[in-house]
């Protein structure tokens, strides 16, 4: 195995790592076959904020990854966690038809939520819309978002994601965002607690720089860039953020950790 990035535990982001779309990136299944048959303990963290924890699954194991559900672990599930600690919270869900159904435990509404929760609503982003959001947060709602990513890679090309949309409310109301997903730390802590492993013998694995390997790395973990989904190199080129290791893709990843 590589000494300079000997490791006892992964973390795997999945949408530009593992597929892009609905088409697995070539080596992605064998290669997670592989490490997962080696007994190095996995987990595959997503800031996916479309699906279901149920619909993720499914579409993973449709795609030929044998993961089990256990080892999925999303940002929309962390913000599930996070608001079954709170007081009888009422939120405004700004989701996902498929997501919102992990939230029904939670009275809601429109006019007076204690909680407004942002994920990826697509085309559904109106002016009225941040209006009305921006409106309720002068009024006292706590923001919360899945994630705060700038864009990301669909299969019709670069995307922009609902970081903006979050930005533009947080400058406007002067209120602070809480981000569940990555780069928290939180997140990545939750991992390492659920694996029972110490930071510094984990890699992370993703295709954006910022909040995979970035995020990774305050934490403590090996951060590894793989140059598939929204990895664009002169972006990468500028960032401050510089990755332990920087792959072609997940593919190449085997030789890495010694296979």
């Known amino acids: 195995m590589n000494n300079s990035l000997?490791?006892?535990?992964?973390?795997?982001?999945?949408?530009?790592?593992?597929?892009?779309?609905?088409?697995?990136?070539?080596?992605?299944?064998?290669?997670i076959k592989a490490i997962r048959t080696s007994g190095?303990?996995?987990?595959?963290?997503?800031?996916?904020?479309?699906?279901?924890?149920?619909?993720?699954?499914?579409k993973i194991n449709a795609l030929g990854f044998d993961i089990p559900a256990n080892e999925l672990i999303s940002a929309p599930q962390a913000t599930l966690l996070y608001l079954r600690k709170q007081h009888h919270?009422?939120?405004?869900?700004?989701?996902?038809?498929?997501?919102?159904?992990?939230?029904?435990?939670?009275?809601q509404s429109e006019a007076n939520p204690d909680y407004i929760v942002i994920?990826?609503?697509?085309?559904?982003?109106?002016?009225?819309?941040l209006n009305?959001?921006?409106?309720?947060?002068?009024?006292?709602?706590?923001?919360?978002?899945?994630?705060?990513?700038?864009?990301?890679?669909?299969?019709?090309?670069l995307q922009m994601d609902i970081g903006g949309f979050v930005k533009a409310l947080e400058y406007a109301s002067g209120v602070h965002a809480m981000v569940i997903g990555k780069p928290s730390s939180d997140f990545f802590r939750i991992a390492l607690d659920d694996m029972g492993l110490m930071p510094s013998d984990v890699?992370?694995?993703?295709?954006?720089?910022?909040?995979?390997?970035?995020?990774?790395?305050?934490v403590g973990l090996k951060g590894v860039l793989v140059k598939t989904g929204k990895y664009r190199q002169s972006?990468?080129?500028?960032?401050?953020?510089?990755?332990?290791?920087?792959?072609d893709s997940i593919a190449?990843?085997?030789?890495?950790?010694?296979?």
């Open 119 to 129: 994920g990826d609503i697509g085309n559904a982003w109106t002016y009225a819309l």
């Open 132 to 157: 009305d959001v921006f409106n309720a947060l002068m009024n006292g709602a706590k923001l919360i978002t899945i994630h705060k990513n700038k864009f990301w890679q669909t299969e019709q090309g």
């Open 203 to 218: 890699m992370m694995v993703g295709d954006d720089i910022d909040v995979d390997v970035g995020g990774g790395q305050q």
């Open 89 to 107: 919270p009422v939120c405004r869900l700004l989701l996902a038809e498929d997501v919102k159904q992990d939230f029904n435990e939670f009275p």
């Open 6 to 31: 000997s490791i006892k535990g992964i973390l795997f982001d999945l949408d530009g790592v593992l597929y892009t779309g609905t088409s697995p990136i070539e080596g992605a299944v064998d290669t």
């Open 40 to 58: 190095i303990p996995c987990r595959f963290v997503t800031n996916t904020s479309t699906l279901s924890l149920a619909t993720l699954h499914k």
């Open 252 to 259: 190449n990843l085997l030789g890495v950790i010694g296979f």
């Open 235 to 247: 972006y990468a080129d500028a960032s401050t953020i510089k990755p332990d290791l920087t792959i």
